[in-house]
């Protein structure tokens, strides 16, 4: 048997920088302060993903789509045959031809999803303005994005068992192919033309150079975090100089007007400690809180908190059912630490709470 020349340098290149970005994108998925980098590969997957759709309309033996078995007879004949007598394919197989559609709508659709999540709910990148507008629906949108990427990883599940199913029971060396690009048999080799290549080294150098690029500028439009640190001392000088003397300053969109309005009425019994202030004062400051309350506010810690709470007046952040909720997995050791002192000290591990942000990306968990 002779040796077929199969997937193209520019294929093969696809494969496997698509097989780590999508490996690195999930692997930090779950690690909130690497959410911009989550993002930014997420970027680099749109852009791997458009190549292989250009690819796929490109005269190009076996990548093109025109080249794939759609065919449904096929499909079924094909996975019957898995355990028995094999038919081989020089280029995708039925399962594989739709298997690539499948990634390719579901790892776009995690794209796309994602930015509208980053957006909406973080208030970064591109669509940060729609944050605004759309915030009350920014579950939904992740909802969707973690819909579109478990589909995806299920197909690339699938897919990665059916190889290795093939190479078990057919000794066919698939894996050897994506990589060598040569595949036994007595088909005819793909040939790429000039323009072909050039738009190859173009579109896989585009991808590298965009992710590098977007690591290099964390200003960049479509990672930028958009939410705006507030100076309290400017905004509402006495409320700045009271409220930060005993503990961290705790903006005031984290709790309903309900809670402020009940936390001001009763400040010489604030905790167990006495913070009460003359009428005048606790009156200004209350009308601030009020007036910046988290039902006044789009940001995700905002909308999420007032949710968690049902309508109750819940006096302390740390007793917000969503804040329990996002803080249980932490170490209990860390809220002793020195450092931190107690769970309400939220700027050790929230650099810039007292500027009224709390992105993901800024929590910094202090070491012993
Ligand atoms: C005399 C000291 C003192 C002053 C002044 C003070 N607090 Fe407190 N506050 C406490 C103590 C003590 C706690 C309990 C948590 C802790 O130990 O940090 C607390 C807790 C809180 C909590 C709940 C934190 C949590 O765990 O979720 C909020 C909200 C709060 N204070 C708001 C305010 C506001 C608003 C002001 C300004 C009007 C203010 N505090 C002024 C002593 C003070
Ligand atoms: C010992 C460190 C630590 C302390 C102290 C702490 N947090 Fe956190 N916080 C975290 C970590 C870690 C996460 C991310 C948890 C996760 O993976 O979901 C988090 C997540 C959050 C979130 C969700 C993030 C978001 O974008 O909505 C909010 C809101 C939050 N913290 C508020 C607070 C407030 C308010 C305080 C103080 C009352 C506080 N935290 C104290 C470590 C801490």
């Given at each position: 048997m002779t040796?077929?020349?199969?997937?193209?340098?520019?294929?093969?290149l696809?494969?496997?920088?698509?097989?780590i970005?999508v490996?690195?994108?999930?692997?930090i998925?779950?690690i909130?302060?690497?959410?911009?980098y989550h993002?930014?590969?997420g970027?680099?997957?749109g852009?791997?993903?458009l190549?292989?759709i250009?690819?796929?309309?490109?005269?190009?033996?076996?990548?093109?789509?025109?080249?794939?078995?759609?065919?449904?007879?096929?499909l079924t004949k094909?996975?019957?045959?898995?355990?028995g007598?094999?038919?081989?394919y020089?280029?995708?197989?039925?399962?594989?031809?739709?298997?690539?559609i499948a990634?390719?709508i579901l790892?776009?659709?995690?794209?796309v999803?994602?930015?509208?999540?980053y957006?909406?709910?973080e208030?970064?990148g591109?669509l940060s303005?729609?944050?605004?507008?759309l915030?009350?629906?920014?579950?939904?949108?992740e909802?969707?994005h973690?819909?579109?990427?478990n589909?995806?990883?299920?197909v690339?599940?699938?897919?990665?068992?059916?190889?290795?199913?093939d190479k078990?029971?057919?000794?066919?060396?698939s894996?050897?192919?994506?990589?060598?690009g040569?595949?036994?048999g007595e088909?005819?080799s793909l040939?790429?033309?000039i323009?072909?290549?050039?738009?190859?080294?173009?579109?896989i150098?585009?991808?590298?150079g965009?992710t590098l690029?977007?690591l290099?500028?964390?200003?960049?439009?479509?990672i930028?975090?958009?939410?705006?640190?507030i100076?309290?001392?400017?905004e509402?000088?006495?409320f700045?100089?009271?409220?930060i003397?005993?503990?961290?300053?705790?903006?005031?969109?984290l709790?309903?007007k309900?809670s402020?309005?009940?936390m001001m009425?009763?400040?010489?019994?604030?905790?167990g400690?006495?913070?009460s202030?003359?009428?005048?004062?606790?009156?200004s400051?209350?009308?601030y809180?009020v007036k910046?309350?988290s039902?006044?506010?789009?940001?995700?810690?905002?909308?999420k908190?007032?949710?968690?709470m049902?309508?109750?007046?819940?006096?302390?952040?740390t007793?917000?059912?969503?804040?329990?909720?996002r803080?249980?997995e932490?170490?209990?050791?860390l809220f002793?630490?020195?450092k931190?002192?107690?769970?309400?000290n939220?700027?050790?591990?929230?650099?810039?709470?007292?500027?009224?942000?709390?992105?993901d990306?800024?929590i910094?968990?202090?070491q012993?």
């Amino acid at each position: 048997m002779t040796k077929v020349y199969v997937w193209s340098l520019f294929t093969r290149l696809f494969h496997i920088l698509l097989v780590i970005a999508v490996g690195v994108v999930f692997i930090i998925a779950e690690i909130e302060n690497l959410l911009s980098y989550h993002a930014i590969i997420g970027y680099t997957i749109g852009l791997l993903f458009l190549f292989r759709i250009i690819w796929g309309f490109m005269d190009v033996r076996y990548s093109k789509f025109k080249d794939f078995n759609f065919n449904i007879k096929d499909l079924t004949k094909y996975m019957f045959s898995i355990f028995g007598e094999k038919k081989e394919y020089t280029g995708h197989n039925p399962a594989s031809s739709w298997a690539i559609i499948a990634m390719i709508i579901l790892g776009l659709g995690s794209v796309v999803s994602g930015v509208i999540v980053y957006g909406t709910q973080e208030g970064m990148g591109v669509l940060s303005f729609l944050n605004t507008s759309l915030f009350k629906d920014m579950d939904l949108f992740e909802d969707l994005h973690e819909l579109f990427a478990n589909a995806f990883m299920a197909v690339i599940f699938v897919h990665i068992a059916g190889v290795a199913l093939d190479k078990v029971l057919h000794k066919s060396d698939s894996v050897g192919s994506m990589i060598g690009g040569y595949k036994d048999g007595e088909a005819k080799s793909l040939e790429l033309t000039i323009s072909q290549k050039m738009f190859g080294v173009l579109w896989i150098g585009l991808s590298i150079g965009f992710t590098l690029y977007l690591l290099s500028t964390p200003s960049n439009i479509l990672i930028a975090d958009n939410n705006r640190a507030i100076d309290y001392k400017v905004e509402h000088k006495l409320f700045y100089d009271e409220c930060i003397s005993c503990h961290t300053l705790y903006p005031p969109h984290l709790l309903p007007k309900k809670s402020w309005i009940a936390m001001m009425d009763n400040l010489q019994n604030h905790f167990g400690d006495d913070a009460s202030l003359n009428e005048k004062d606790t009156n200004s400051i209350k009308e601030y809180l009020v007036k910046n309350s988290s039902e006044d506010s789009t940001k995700e810690a905002s909308f999420k908190i007032l949710k968690s709470m049902e309508g109750n007046a819940t006096l302390a952040i740390t007793e917000t059912p969503y804040w329990k909720k996002r803080h249980k997995e932490i170490d209990k050791n860390l809220f002793k630490l020195k450092k931190v002192g107690n769970i309400s000290n939220c700027k050790a591990c929230h650099k810039n709470i007292e500027q009224g942000l709390l992105n993901d990306k800024d929590i910094k968990i202090p070491q012993g």
